[in-house]
């Protein structure tokens, strides 16, 4: 299979030549490597261009967009900036960050997968973060999904997803259309990708905001919302960020914001997630 990388980076200096060298590493290897540099402050673009010298699979993009770093839109339409340079002679397409360390074998797993089934939409592996010296698995989500540090797409499935929406919430919607059209998402707990910086190092509060304003757009509703945003601020140990992820919610009601799926898909969206709701209490 051909497969293609794309890597939306901002001031990743400290962390992208251990990624790139990490993909260059691997037994099964990339057609191409895109990286976007979205307005770096610092050598972020140095280094990339640096690799691309001496190999011709890397090439770099340079973006300028706001500073501000929120996460959902601007990492998207980096990842859209670095999509629309390449072309689609490939079987699937992987969404990378700019700060990880994946295993040699990670993407000749990948590709196993979907070449074992056709229906197999999305496929990845786990972060791991480090503490204490040791490498101890990111439990932000369940095991069902995969992070969006690592997206690996199909190519039909990701063009029938519309691909990824420049919002926050872009990595759940994507995994629940891939069910929608059913599709399969796989997880394989043996690829632990390490994971250099801790999931929203860098986000402000207006970014808590935004979850809650993904929980919206989704189409969740507000009992599902509540015991979603609950859960995440447990699983965060910041039990305070309950609050935050519903007054989200709740400006997104009031400034009445489209939703990122149809009405279809929102009802769809709601049913399977109060199955799994049901599946874990029962």
Known sequence: MNYYVVIPSY??????SLTLQSLLDQT???????????????????IVSEF?????????????????HLPGSKVIQAFQTGLATLDSNYDFIVKADADLIFPTNYFETISNHFQSDENIGMAG?????????????????????IRGAFKA??????????????AMGWD?????????????VVTDE?????????????????????????FYSLGYGFVITAIA???LAMMKKKPILFIDYMKGFWKAILSNEPLLVTDEQAKFIRNYRWKKMKGKLF
Request: glycine letters at 6%.
């Open 153 to 166: 797409y199909r190519k039909e499935t990701f063009q029938q997803i519309g691909g990824l929406k420049p």
């Open 52 to 68: 691309a010298n001496k190999s011709t699979c890397i090439s770099l993009v340079n973006k300028t967009s706001d500073t501000i």
């Open 28 to 46: 099964f290897m990339p057609s191409k490597i895109v990286v976007v540099n979205d307005n770096s402050t610092d050598r972020t673009s140095a």
């Open 229 to 231: 945003s609950a859960k």
């Open 125 to 145: 592996g786990f972060a791991y973060i480090e503490k204490n010296g040791d490498y101890v698995l990111e439990n932000l989500t369940d095991k069902d999904h």
């Open 190 to 214: 043996t690829l632990k990708v390490k994971h250099l910086k801790p999931t929203g190092a860098n986000y402000n509060k207006a970014a808590r905001y935004k979850q809650g304003e993904a």
């Open 11 to 16: 001031n990743e200096e400290a962390f992208i």
């Open 172 to 184: 759940t919607v994507d995994e629940l259309l891939c069910k929608f059209y059913n599709w399969k």
